[in-house]
């Protein structure tokens, strides 16, 4: 017994942070509870014991249905932050002068919702936080049904509408949704509820009214928190990804003018990435914004590198095969030190560092082998990148679009037949080297992404393609 007791405490501590948020959440709610309903041990008690079920319940839902959002703490600290701050409005309508008692249906649910799911990677834990929050706020307006119900149908359409969200004015249409929602919602529990028939239409008017007002709040409160939300967890949702994406941006101007070539490569690569994760379910938009800066680093010596050269003297000729291994290999370092520079967010820091995982500089390497006396001396590391290998399927894809998309350029030919060929190539040959070996693409999903890739690929070089099926109608001709 005392050493199960044990275990369990030094597993609490393993998982601090995960019972920080929850002693967090305990407290907040517990004492909105107390502090409405009375200052004495019963409520105390009772309050208590209800956060904990709820709590119990939470934990286990989420340890056997979203093992992987539970593995990162910072989703639970949101979540329960989010949750917390809901709690904290209740109070604040509550006893914040010139709000009447009447406005119960104020409460903005649908903040949290359109918060949680732009946040955090898991639209069903959004939905099941919207229901938990639902309950505490009715709870808490006075243990009534008909708000737990408003709540939670005003909720549940943020939560439906948000995952859409790709700019800050998307979250008007969240809004539009909520309203419509709320005013239903609102006029069928008032129009249900047993005391229907006393209730005056002016009643019903002035709940439809603060219905309404809800939604524009909740679109208020949840746009005016994104940012804080954003910075202070250091999350990358998809808002601030098209922001990025956006080619004024100071370091993407700087790649179109000062390294075409380069800028070129990262758009064909952002088309075959963005293409192939829409079709594995990956983040289409982490990965087409990831390949526009994964060359970033090649500003600093664009002329070395190869879709940069035309027309110019080839600059490695006069290089040992060492060093121009060494200049390429910089382009990972020098990216991160301009993505540092400019501030840039961590998930495209991880594009940078891992899109050439720990890939050998096949050419160089060769080059330096057939020059050297003795095959021994050649060090195969010098012609590695530093890596590490991509983490997350988005990084794997940008890895498998950019050596595509070198190697199609390189074809004197690119036919349909050529094309298939290469792709296949190329992939079979990161897969074995155990390039893709610590992201989460599947045999499944390589052949999917090989196939969109050979589509991708076809569609830009469509002019100069003859598709076999031509081949074979010109014979029937
Ligand atoms: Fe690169
Ligand atoms: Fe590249």
Redesign the pocket.
């Known amino acids: 017994m005392h050493i199960t007791i044990f275990k369990k405490i030094k597993d609490i501590k393993k998982d601090h942070p995960l019972f920080i948020a929850s002693l967090f959440l305990w407290a907040a709610i517990t004492a909105a509870v107390i502090l409405m309903y009375g200052q004495d041990m019963a409520t105390a008690a009772g309050s208590g014991v209800f956060t904990v079920l709820i709590l119990y319940m939470s934990y286990h839902l989420l340890k056997n249905y979203t093992p992987a959002f539970m593995k990162i703490y910072k989703n639970l600290i949101l979540t329960a932050s989010v949750t917390a701050m809901s709690v904290m409005i209740i109070m604040l309508l509550r006893y914040m002068p010139g709000i009447p008692a009447s406005s119960a249906y104020l409460f903005p649910a649908a903040a949290a919702g359109i918060l949680l799911t732009i946040l955090i990677p898991a639209t069903i834990v959004a939905g099941a936080a919207v229901i938990l929050i639902s309950l505490i706020a009715s709870v808490l307006g006075g243990y009534s049904f008909n708000y737990f119900f408003v709540y939670m149908a005003g909720g549940l359409v943020a939560v439906f509408s948000a995952r859409d969200v790709r700019t800050r004015r998307d979250l008007n249409r969240c809004g539009l949704h909520i309203l419509v929602f709320n005013i239903f919602s609102i006029l069928a529990v008032e129009l249900m509820s047993p005391s229907a028939g006393s209730a005056s239409l002016e009643i019903m008017g002035i709940n439809l009214a603060w219905g309404g007002i809800n939604a524009f709040v909740s679109v208020v409160v949840a746009g005016g928190l994104l940012p804080f939300f954003e910075s202070s967890f250091s999350i990358t949702t998809n808002i601030k990804l098209l922001e990025l994406g956006d080619f004024n941006t100071p370091l993407l101007k700087r790649l179109m003018l000062e390294a075409p070539g380069t800028y070129h490569h990262s758009l064909m690569v952002a088309n075959l990435a963005e293409n192939a994760c829409e079709q594995i379910g990956a983040n289409p938009l982490v990965a087409r914004v990831g390949s526009y800066y994964?060359?970033i680093?090649?500003l600093t010596n664009p002329q070395y590198?190869s879709e940069n050269q035309q027309g110019i003297d080839y600059k490695h000729d006069k290089l040992k095969p060492n060093i121009s291994a060494l200049i390429?290999k910089r382009?990972?370092k020098d990216?991160l030190a301009l993505a540092d520079e400019y501030n840039l967010d961590q998930i495209i820091k991880d594009m940078?560092a891992q899109?050439?995982g720990t890939s050998l500089i096949r050419f160089f390497y060769d080059k330096e082998l057939n020059g050297a006396d003795e095959r021994d001396k050649v060090e195969k590391k010098e012609f590695k990148?530093p890596g590490p290998r991509p983490q997350t399927r988005e990084a794997g894809v940008i890895m498998l679009a950019?050596s595509v998309e070198a190697g199609c350029r390189s074809l004197d030919e690119p036919t349909y037949s050529r094309i298939t060929g290469l792709v296949e190539k190329i992939i079979n040959m990161k897969f074995t080297e155990g390039q893709l070996n610590e992201c989460d693409l599947t045999m499944a999903g390589l052949e999917k992404i090989q196939k969109n890739f050979v589509h991708t690929l076809s569609g830009i070089y469509h002019s100069r393609i003859e598709y076999p099926e031509d081949k074979e109608e010109k014979a029937v001709e």
């Open positions: 994964h060359d680093g090649k590198f390429l382009h990972v990216g940078i899109h050439h990148y950019d």
